[in-house]
């Protein structure tokens, strides 16, 4: 696997370099200050354990910073924070308007010079990510500001950057299967790269933490948060692939992040508008649920994110694990023995707020162990909460010190403290390169998975079926993908020889709009229908069924949840894909045009429909082409 190793290119280096901003990263602040210099040599050594990496110098460096804080900055330490911009300091009008209404600020250069946060997080909703450079310049803006202040410290910048359906860092960077997809592959050197090149990438443009990967299984079909952002079912093999992409980004010079703990895979509910309830047993969560959560504390991860969910059976008082001190410091703490950084899922989320009110949610998830407060929706509620605990004594200063250094661990660990800056060069040399995107499509080729393969119809033959036309839902493509799913499968299809037309036919089409396929049908030797999400009696049935009577071939592509083919009992090929980035589906095209041979196996067992206790396809199944490598 050829990618980019982990020098210059990954904000370690010698490139300084300027943005478009005027934000000079002047080599003078590399050494954030006299204290921390050599933390790097000290903190930053690639360990399975945290404690194996400090040093007693190291130590005293950190705990000098924390002593010259006021409790103010102390506070601000402790809070990752949206913010709307392209830019720290000049973001459009638009974006103002609602960093005024969101968070009583202007800019993000006025956010941190008001609240001191520790980290900002950045979202394609949020105009933060339009392209590399601009992020790199955005980056360089935000690490200014913040170190312009007394006693100014480098900022922890984040992202969701899972791959697949969760994507913040769009196209020109490259973009890799989804986590479901990758357990399809199961290969662990394949996760392992995907890490190192998304994180040197993402290091490149500024970014330093990144809130993946997942470590969820999924063992619920009808989980509507979680499904293809898990590797699978089977919590050894995400296990396995849980450690070797934090080892990937770590060495990359990213903060890896697991999540969502105590372990989400199992949810009915979402918690974003709703509270769940995992009923798991305290020895079921040891064999399924903890597993892959054990492995990336073996991994060395540095962060690890709170679900807001119940779990009875770890905590019986009804609170969200992310403010259950059982759960956080009784369990994870010592239990699992992890040290390092603990944040929590947003804290917009309706799974946290339901029992609690926004000033009391942060207090008490510092209360629980957490060291981390992601994005509430208050920041000035939330932030004088905080203060306000601390003046009254329910919080001591010395619980906020004992986060913020495992926050500033974290910040020298990953060599933030002495190099927070991108670089326009190290993002040329390093996102979206034309070895890094090769390597997604080789990935993608071992991942996408033949379910069913009735007689031979897969591959097609452009002799005989040269004429293609692709059918199906289209949704809204993930961030950065060209999308809609059928043009992409069409426009691949296209160029691997075909002549392919798309038709878009939605997620629920009506019976004109399965008339209107069956008609383009006639004028093709063969069908492509791409599915999304098929339940019993949606409609995306009646199209495969019609589209199966007229006696062509007919290829299904279960675009996201491989669970689709027990719902297409017609269908004599189906294909899974896991998402619909554009990566997955080119490799898909491949397949169908049998210029490579589907690889991928099922990460996740597929119950019947008509009876869920029995398994239709367990983990395991993938079909081939014979003779074809």
Not at 209 to 231: M, T
Not at 565 to 593: G, N
Request: net charge neutral.
């Amino acid at each position: 696997m050829h990618d980019t190793s982990t020098g210059s290119d990954t904000g370690t280096g010698s490139d300084t370099g300027t943005g478009s901003t005027g934000h000079t990263a002047r080599p003078s602040r590399r050494a954030v200050l006299a204290a921390t210099a050599g933390l790097t040599a000290a903190l930053t050594v690639p360990t399975t354990a945290h404690a194996a990496t400090r040093s007693a110098d190291g130590e005293r460096r950190l705990r000098a910073l924390i002593s010259r804080m006021t409790l103010e900055e102390k506070v601000g330490q402790l809070f990752v924070m949206r913010v709307y911009g392209h830019s720290a300091t000049a973001p459009d009008q638009a974006d103002i308007d609602a960093n005024l209404k969101e968070i009583g600020v202007r800019t993000a250069a006025e956010l941190i010079a008001k609240y001191r946060v520790g980290g900002i997080i950045y979202f394609t909703w949020a105009h933060n990510t339009r392209d590399p450079h601009q992020i790199a310049d955005l980056s360089n803006g935000i690490q200014q500001v913040s170190l312009d202040q007394p006693r100014g410290l480098p900022v922890l910048i984040a992202t969701d950057q899972e791959h697949g359906a969760v994507c913040r860092v769009g196209a020109p960077a490259t973009l890799f299967p989804g986590a479901m997809a990758i357990g399809a592959g199961r290969s662990r050197s394949d996760a392992r790269a995907l890490g190192r090149i998304s994180g040197a990438e993402l290091r490149a443009m500024g970014i330093n933490q990144d809130y993946s990967p997942d470590a969820d299984v999924n063992v619920n079909p009808a989980n509507p948060v979680i499904g293809v952002r898990s590797f699978g079912a089977d919590p050894e093999a995400v296990a396995g692939l849980v450690a070797a992409e934090v080892k990937g980004y770590q060495a990359s010079w990213v903060a890896a992040t697991a999540k969502h703990f105590p372990g989400h895979g199992d949810t009915a509910v979402d918690s974003h508008y709703g509270f769940p309830v995992i009923t798991h047993s305290r020895e079921l969560w040891e064999k399924l649920d903890a597993v892959p959560f054990r492995a990336a504390i073996r991994a060395g991860i540095d962060s690890i994110m709170t679900a807001h969910i119940q779990f009875p059976a770890l905590d019986d008082s009804g609170d969200p694990a992310t403010l259950s001190q059982p759960i956080l410091t009784g369990i994870l703490r010592g239990e699992l023995g992890y040290d390092g950084v603990v944040i929590t899922d947003s804290l917009g989320m309706q799974g946290v707020r339901t029992k609690y009110g926004d000033d009391r949610v942060p207090v008490l998830a510092l209360k629980a162990g957490v060291d981390q407060l992601l994005n509430p929706p208050s920041l000035d509620v939330a932030w004088n909460a905080v203060l306000k605990a601390v003046q009254d004594g329910e919080l001591t200063e010395a619980r906020l010190d004992e986060s913020i250094l495992r926050i500033l661990r974290l910040k020298a660990r990953r060599n933030v403290l002495d190099h927070p800056w991108a670089s326009p060069a190290a993002v040329d040399r390093t996102v979206g390169t034309t070895s890094h995107l090769a390597t997604a499509d080789r990935i993608a080729e071992r991942t996408t998975t033949l379910l069913v393969n009735e007689d031979g119809v897969l591959p097609f033959d452009r002799s005989r079926q040269r004429r293609l036309l692709v059918v199906g839902a289209d949704p809204a493509s993930p961030s950065g993908t060209t999308g809609p799913p059928t043009g992409v499968l069409a426009a691949a299809l296209t160029e691997l020889g075909f002549t392919a037309t798309a038709l878009s036919t939605g997620t629920a089409p009506s019976a004109a709009t399965v008339d209107k396929a069956v008609t383009a049908a006639r004028d093709a030797d063969a069908v492509i229908v791409a599915t999304y999400n098929v339940t019993a009696n949606n409609s995306q049935q009646m199209l495969v069924e019609r589209l199966v009577a007229m006696g062509k071939p007919v290829a299904v592509v279960a675009i996201r949840n491989p669970y689709d083919v027990a719902q297409l009992p017609s269908a004599k090929a189906c294909l899974a894909t896991y998402c619909w980035t554009d990566v997955e589906l080119r490799a898909a095209a491949r397949v169908i045009a049998g210029r490579v041979a589907p690889r991928g196996r099922l990460p996740v067992p597929v119950q019947r429909a008509d009876d869920p206790a029995q398994v239709l396809y367990p983990i395991g199944h993938g079909l081939t082409y014979q003779g074809l490598s």
